[in-house]
């Protein structure tokens, strides 16, 4: 059944990411059947991410998938999963757990809900940083968004810095773009440093996840 699936690849967890046996997940992908819709078509041909460029999904897709030239993002889980029942999206990339954070419970619902299974894995190292506008400085925040997670797996940076409001938002990256966009000093998102590069924005600080080891 779909739980004991979830249950069975979860277990993949037991094993080092460096011994994975990646051929046999990629013949996984290449058996498995997410939707009725995608029967017959070729594997790897449209992927899907949740959010933003830079967000961390996106940097897993790349690593899995390698060749991303299909690849596309909306604004929410349920959006991938639906993208993949309409057969608009041949696989979805989702987190499912952070070794901080525990896991994405919303996520194995969706699972559940769509009838769709975990076919591959990929580890990725999460390290965020404090982004804020060109110019701004530690002294100017006031406001702090990102992903409800991010907000939770930098806690203790956040716990020094009590006068700051925190705001949850969908995702890391959609958190830097509306910094960007904005252009307040005041203002700053935790993202990755790759964020940083592609909205433009200063790292006013950096490895600020109490967890070192951090990974989703």
Known sequence: TMIREIENRRSI?????????????EEIIYSATLA????????????????????????AMQQFFHDTTNSYHVQTWRDAMEAIAKGEADYAVLP?????????????????EYDNCIVGEQII???????????SKLSDIEQVY????ALMQCGRYLDEHRNWEKHSFKNTAMAAKKVKEDG???????????????YRLDILDEHIQDNSNNCT
Request: net charge positive; with cysteine; aromatic share 8%.
């Open 184 to 198: 307040l000093l005041r203002q700053a998102a935790i993202a990755s440093r790759l964020t940083a590069d592609i």
């Open 36 to 59: 009725p819709s995608a029967k017959n078509r070729q594997p790897w041909k449209f992927i899907v991410y949740q959010g933003e460029e830079g967000a961390y999904s996106q940097m």
């Open 13 to 25: 967890r037991k094993y080092r990411s460096d011994e994975i046996d990646r051929k046999l997940i």
């Open 146 to 149: 990102s992903h409800p997670q």
């Open 125 to 135: 190292p999460i390290d965020h940083c404090l982004l804020g506008t060109k110019g």
């Open 96 to 112: 499912i757990e952070n070794s901080s954070a525990g896991i994405v419970s919303e996520n194995y619902d969706l699972l559940v």
